[in-house]
């Protein structure tokens, strides 16, 4: 039985701890509206403060923990909400200090400011 | 009375094995596959339907309605709600999307309730993009307890 493919114990338990770390994707719209980049993210069942907008490296990482639990769904059962989690490669330099976002309805959008390009320097020549 | 070979109901058979093997593979498909159709998906939005002894509570999942566009009625045993979920806002160039998800566009969805519901007593809730409808229950769909005589 050594080439056995049954699943042994310890794939359930693999399956266990996939069950908890399981995220969901959000749906996004990005858009270049010129002098920023614009993420909107759906995130039905979030609130506000449990929400973190990270940037590191030139990654954008949204990460959101949905709150809102009703009634045990005994009739029908069609969504489970987990934590939403997604993560962005951005191409633009984007100024970090200048990044807003809000939340409205259950939809997340997120401000990306890009650094204003550098101009080149004149430098004037004094002849003495 | 199907007695004769339906090569198309094998094919549909077929179909839903793939479809279950697919969820199998990508949990999030099976969960959230649905919403990123958006709303021109044939079972938008998605609904949670709960009931305990008093209420049957219709968690719907919906984020981003134009909070004025929601409507719900409901009529005898059919729960009715429409809505729509805002666009962006339209000057925005085609070329200038790198993603576009998550859809936009007026829904509208039918349920049938399991029981008779007091029609003016519903109420909505809109919060963060989800709406909740309570339905109190009719008194006499509300089930009675029976006391049991022993002798």
Redesign the interface.
């Known amino acids: 039985m050594k080439n056995s493919n049954l699943p042994t114990k310890y794939e359930k338990q693999a399956v266990a701890a996939q069950e908890k770390t399981?995220?969901?994707?959000p749906?996004?719209?990005?858009?270049?509206?010129g002098d920023a980049?614009v993420v909107?993210a759906?995130?039905?069942?979030?609130?506000q403060e449990h929400i973190d907008i990270n940037i590191e490296k030139n990654v954008l990482t949204l990460k959101a923990e949905p709150s809102?639990r009703?009634?045990?769904?005994?009739?029908?059962?069609?969504?489970?909400l987990?934590p939403f989690y997604r993560q962005f490669q951005l191409g633009e330099l984007v100024d970090q200090d200048k990044v807003r976002a809000e939340l409205?309805?259950?939809?997340l959008t997120v401000y990306l400011p890009k650094v204003a390009e550098k101009q080149p320097k004149k430098i004037d020549v004094k002849v003495g | 009375m199907r007695n004769f070979w339906d090569p198309f109901r094998e094919f549909e058979a077929l179909y839903r094995e793939m479809e279950q093997l697919f969820d199998q593979v990508n949990?999030?498909r099976r969960?959230?596959g649905?919403?990123?159709d958006?709303p021109l998906s044939a079972?938008y939005p998605?609904?949670?339907?709960?009931?305990?002894k008093d209420n049957?509570?219709v968690?719907v999942?919906?984020?981003?309605?134009n909070?004025e566009s929601i409507e719900v009625t409901v009529l005898n045993d059919q729960l009715r709600i429409a809505g729509e979920k805002a666009p962006?806002k339209t000057d925005?160039k085609p070329e200038?999307?790198?993603?576009?998800?998550?859809?936009a566009g007026r829904f509208v969805r039918t349920?049938t309730l399991?029981v008779e519901v007091e029609a003016d007593k519903v109420t909505a809730d809109?919060?963060?993009?989800?709406l909740?409808v309570t339905l109190p229950k009719q008194a006499a769909a509300k089930p009675k307890q029976i006391a049991v005589k022993v002798n």
């Open positions: 399981r995220t969901l994707t749906p996004v719209d990005i858009f270049d509206a980049l909107v759906d995130l039905p069942g979030v609130d809102t009703v009634s045990e769904p005994n009739l029908l059962h069609e969504f489970v987990h409205r309805y259950g939809v | 949990p999030v969960i959230f649905r919403i990123t958006g079972s998605l609904m949670n339907v709960g009931e305990d049957v509570y968690e999942l919906a984020p981003g309605l909070p962006l925005i200038a999307f790198y993603r576009c998800e998550r859809g349920l399991p809109y919060k963060n993009g989800i909740l």
